[in-house]
């Protein structure tokens, strides 16, 4: 069995209600049973970038995550983060972009 990276949007007041849309989306889309996407997963973490990191900056360092080139001051974070990404059975990352939007990503049996 494999898995597939995903990224799927949610748009919603809150991170729980754009993960139920973004999760209805991609179950309509994909099926829910190993779809090797967001339907796939039974929830998600919430992650914040630091100060002076731009949202989509973060997701990109998270999924580029090398231990010997990752900023030191970042590491341990992204180490974990990476490890959550990583995992194709754990729950997906998610990260708010602007007042409703939320981009939910990972890996994804199918």
């Known amino acids: 069995m494999g898995a597939s990276q995903f990224t799927r949007h949610g748009h919603g007041k809150t991170d729980k209600e754009a993960f139920r849309?973004?999760?209805?989306?991609?179950?309509?889309e994909n099926g829910h049973s190993y779809s090797?996407?967001?339907?796939?997963?039974?929830?998600?973490?919430?992650?914040t970038p630091p100060a002076g990191i731009s949202p989509?900056?973060?997701?990109?360092?998270?999924e580029d995550f090398d231990?010997?080139?990752?900023?030191?001051?970042?590491?341990a974070q992204l180490s974990r983060l990476f490890?959550?990404?990583?995992?194709?059975?754990?729950?997906?990352?998610c990260i708010k972009l602007d007042a409703d939007d939320y981009i939910f990503f990972g890996w994804a049996p199918e």
């Open 21 to 28: 849309n973004a999760y209805d989306e991609a179950g309509y």
């Open 83 to 93: 490890n959550i990404y990583d995992e194709k059975y754990g729950p997906a990352l």
């Open 67 to 75: 231990p010997s080139t990752a900023d030191p001051k970042h590491k």
């Open 36 to 47: 090797g996407d967001l339907a796939s997963k039974d929830g998600y973490i919430l992650t």
């Open 56 to 62: 989509r900056e973060w997701m990109r360092m998270i």
